[in-house]
């Protein structure tokens, strides 16, 4: 859930705080609550990666983390226009929201989105009203998602080793073995950088470079080499079929929130078993 649609146009809407308050406010806070401890309601929810992926003794190799319930604080975060429009107001209602003492980069993004839907539950309550456009007869209609009946992906667990940080997979045409690793909240903004800086390339050739983009970042080692440069080369010359194989085993096997649900349409009768979620802006603004 990280391509999250915010809207840079509420002001109005929420008293608008200044940029050198919200600095302010911001260097307080995280070098005064470095060594305090949060008295205030709070929750601890499941992570989809159970903790799996964190070395032994990180905060969140339990699988566990602690979050409070949004306050006035975060409502700060949520009118600040610098934010919104810089593209970072999520996250940082999240680094606000978690107790738990952790780097923020090293959150993984499927645990971000769970992080994600739980601050919303807390915030405004599990009912999150959605306005769908059938894929059918493309009428558009109201609708109410409960955001409690997410469940986890079922995944087969066997493939992953608790407390190691990366898995080994065989392409299935080259043989090769590649060390792979989940992405961080730390590797997905390295991504965006590096998409940024590509971005007069692609403009050129027309080809947005996403995938292996993301391919680079999640390879550790080729046949145990972690060497870069070979990394770069296989990522833009892997075989289209251990390609798609390697993207089929990611989509069965990387740990997640199912945040589909059960559509039909009033219009036309027509029924999508697994509807994904649409993300606007009213999931943190209701009402707006």
């Known amino acids: 859930m990280s391509n999250t649609v915010v809207n840079d146009s509420l002001s109005g809407k929420r008293p608008v705080v200044s940029d050198e308050d919200l600095k302010a406010q911001f260097t307080q806070d995280f070098v005064t609550n470095i060594d305090s401890k949060y008295d205030g309601p709070t929750e601890v929810i ?17 699988g566990k983390i602690e979050i409070k319930y949004m306050t006035a604080k975060e409502e ?19 680094q606000s929201l978690i107790v738990t003492k952790i780097k923020y980069d090293d959150l993984l993004l499927m ?28 009428s558009k209609q109201s609708d109410h998602v409960d955001l ?41 903004k390295a991504i965006t950088e590096n998409l940024k800086a590509a971005k007069k390339l692609s403009k050129l050739t027309g080809i947005d470079p996403e995938f292996t983009t993301r391919l680079r970042q999640m390879i550790v ?24 194989g390697l993207r089929d085993f990611l989509k069965r096997n990387t740990p997640d929130i199912d945040t ?8 036309c009768g027509h029924e999508v078993t697994k509807m994904a979620m649409p993300i606007n802006v009213s999931f943190f603004w209701p009402g707006v």
């Open 221 to 244: 080692a080729i046949d145990g080499n972690p060497d870069k440069a070979a990394i770069h080369k296989l990522s833009e010359n892997m075989l289209s079929r251990d390609s798609f």
């Open 76 to 94: 700060d975060i949520l009118s600040s226009q610098t934010l919104i429009k810089q593209g970072v107001v999520i996250d940082k209602l999240l």
């Open 148 to 188: 409690t009946t997410f469940a986890e992906k079922e995944i087969d667990w066997d493939n992953f080793e608790k407390g190691s940080t990366t898995f080994d997979y065989t392409l299935a045409i080259t043989k090769q073995t590649i060390t792979l690793k989940f992405l961080t909240h730390g590797d997905d």
């Open 111 to 138: 645990d971000k989105n769970a992080v994600f839907v739980a601050a919303r539950v807390l915030a405004y309550g599990n009912d999150y009203p959605v306005e769908i456009t059938c894929p059918a007869c493309e």
């Open 46 to 62: 499941d992570l989809p990666s159970r903790g799996y992926f964190y070395p032994a003794g990180h905060p969140l190799a339990e």
């Open 260 to 267: 589909t649900f059960h559509y039909e349409c009033e219009n």
